[in-house]
C-alpha cells in the first residue's frame, strides 16, 4: 500500500492564518475557523429540523463546513476584498479553488476519494445544507468581528456592520435564529456565561 498524503496536508490547515489584511488582537487560523464553520452548521440544520420542520443532514453540513476552506492549503486566504472584487477576479479564484479541491483529492487513493468527492462537490440534494455552510462561514467571520471588538480593536469595525448585513441578506431563517438568540452570548464574558 502506497502512503496517503492527505490528511497530512488537510492537517496544515492550523498553519494558514486569516484576515491577513488586519490588524489581529487574536490570530485565527483556518484549523479553528473550520472547525466552527461546522459546528455552526451542523446547529443551522439543527434549528432548521427542530423549529422549521426540515429534513436536513446536519452531519453532511458539518463535514461539509469541515473541509469548505481546504483548498486554501494550496491557494492561502485570499482577501475577501481582493477576492470579490469584480466579477472577473471572483470567476478566476473559483477556478483556481477547483483546481486546489481537484489537487486535494489526487491525493487521496480512488477507494478513499469517493468517500470525500461530495464533500468538496456537494450534490445537488444538499444544496441546502451547502447554503448552510455559507451562512456558517460568515457568522463565524461575524464572530471574529465580535472578538476583536471585545478586545478593544476597533479595525473590525466596517467588516462587523458588512458581514452582518451580508448575513441578513441571505435571508435563511435558521440563519436568523442563530443571530438572534446564540450570538448576543458571544458578547459576554466568562464570568457572564450561565456555565
Known sequence: MSEIDFFAMVSRLKYIDRWALMRNSINENLAEHSLEVGMIAH???VIGNKRFGKSLDSEKAAIIGMYHDVSEIITGDMPTPVKYYNPEIKAAYKDVEKKADDRMLSLLPE????????????????????????AADKISAYIKCIEEKKAGNSEFKSAEKSTKDAIHAMGLPEAEVFMEQCIPSYKKTLDELKC
Open 111 to 134: 477507494d478513499l476519494r469517493e468517500e470525500y468527492q461530495w464533500v468538496f462537490n456537494p450534490p445537488d440534494e444538499y444544496a441546502y445544507e451547502k447554503r448552510l455552510v455559507k
Open 43 to 45: 446547529a443551522l440544520c
